[in-house]
């Protein structure tokens, strides 16, 4: 089966950047999600890439590269409440969305 | 009003109770979803109902029964669970589950222990 590969666990420094990686197997590739999900609380939308490059949404962006299997969600200026999980999902070539287990971030002050 | 909600929020029960869980949505959306969530370990798509009807059915034991009366509600019953069934089940929606870029609205979830 495809699988995706996400860190467990970052922790990173309040006003700081962060990159969280995601791998995912290349074949039948149909688009690359990001939700974030805080504890106890809904995963909620935050990006979606189906062409390679960068997309910009004020403090969070999320690239992609479709050759390599490869997405990163990166966020700036970080502050406490981005401590969230970050989920990567990619959509297959029959639309079903595969998950990866989520890295945890944690933002130190 | 959040766009969907599900009941209960905790759920205690012991292997031999029947409880149900609860999701209704309020975006407007036709297709919805129920997915297992445990720590460490990614999503799994449970059930999938689009336009009242199931469309998938991800190889769930049978001591889960999803119920879908209409497009804005979704039931998930429960009996005879066992201890590895407690999880964090979370119920989502969206516009159609068909072709197409499709976004995920996830209720907060109801955490499971079965005991």
């Known amino acids: 089966g495809q699988n995706i590969d996400q860190p467990t666990e970052m922790t990173a420094t309040e006003g700081a950047i962060v990159q969280i990686n995601c791998t995912y197997q290349?074949?039948?590739?149909?688009?690359l999600f990001w939700y974030q999900q805080h504890a106890g609380e809904a995963p909620t939308f935050l990006s979606y890439?189906?062409l390679d490059g960068l997309e910009e949404k004020g403090r969070f962006s999320s690239f992609l590269s479709r050759s390599k299997g490869y997405s990163y969600l990166l966020l700036k200026e970080l502050q406490m409440k981005d401590s969230a999980s970050y989920l990567c999902?990619?959509?297959?070539?029959?639309?079903?969305?595969?998950w990866g287990a989520g890295t945890k971030l944690i933002i130190k002050p | 009003e959040t766009g969907v909600t599900q009941t209960p929020r905790h759920l205690v029960m012991g292997m031999t109770n029947k409880k149900s869980l609860k999701c209704e949505q309020h975006?407007?959306?036709?297709?919805m979803y129920w997915y297992k969530q445990s720590a460490k370990k990614p999503l799994e798509l449970m059930f999938v109902?689009?336009?009242?009807?199931?469309?998938e059915n991800n190889s769930v034991p049978s001591r889960f029964s999803p119920e879908c009366p209409n497009s804005s509600h979704l039931f998930l019953h429960l009996h005879t669970l066992q201890p590895e069934d407690s999880a964090l089940y979370l119920c989502a929606s969206s516009q159609d589950s068909g072709r197409g870029y499709e976004k995920l609205f996830f209720g907060s979830g109801t955490q499971l222990s079965v005991l």
């Open positions: 975006l407007g959306h036709n297709a």
């Open positions: 109902y689009n336009f009242k009807e199931q469309t």
């Open positions: 999902a990619q959509r297959d070539s029959n639309y079903q969305l595969i």
């Open positions: 290349t074949s039948g590739f149909n688009g």
């Open positions: 890439n189906v």
